[in-house]
């Protein structure tokens, strides 16, 4: 026999045992009531296991909306290359704006110094 077959799960170090269950993930016992209580129907449940089942279900919405939902790598990319094209255009706009303004302003600015100036020296 010149071959080594591997049984075990690929990736899982030696020695170590899987936790009980089908995928090997353990599952928490409040987990594991609600999902009891979530196959009765409501009228076999008592108000006991109701008022769990509800603490159950509103703590698990909590999390959710606490949480920050998951974006993918696609998402991110553009989220990113639209932030990037967005701050160039703000850019070049407030850049043409400041020069087309400043070419408006110039014989605006001009005359008000030369107001000012002849204010300032035909008082003295």
Same mark, same amino acid.
């Given at each position: 026999m010149t071959e080594l077959t591997h049984f075990g799960i690929l990736g899982m170090k030696w020695g170590v045992r899987r936790k009980g269950g089908k995928s090997g993930r !353990? @599952?928490?016992? &409040? +987990?594991?009531?609600a999902n %009891? =209580? %979530?196959? $009765?129907?409501? +009228?076999e449940l +008592?108000?006991? @296991?109701? $008022?769990?089942?509800?603490?159950?279900? /509103?703590? @698990? /919405?909590?999390?959710?909306? =606490? +949480?920050a939902p998951k974006k993918s790598r696609g998402q991110k990319v553009v989220e990113d290359v639209l932030s990037e094209?967005? $701050? &160039?255009? !703000?850019k070049n706009f407030v850049a043409s704006? !400041?020069? $087309?303004?400043a070419t408006k302003l110039k014989p605006v600015v001009e005359a008000g110094v030369t107001a !000012? =100036?002849?204010a300032v020296f035909k008082k003295k």
């Open positions: !353990v @599952e928490s016992a &409040d +987990s594991k009531t %009891r =209580l %979530r196959k $009765k129907s409501l +009228s +008592s108000n006991a @296991e109701l $008022k769990t089942l509800t603490q159950r279900m /509103q703590l @698990e /919405q909590q999390y959710k909306s =606490l +949480s094209v967005g $701050k &160039d255009y !703000v704006g !400041v020069s $087309k303004g !000012v =100036l002849d």
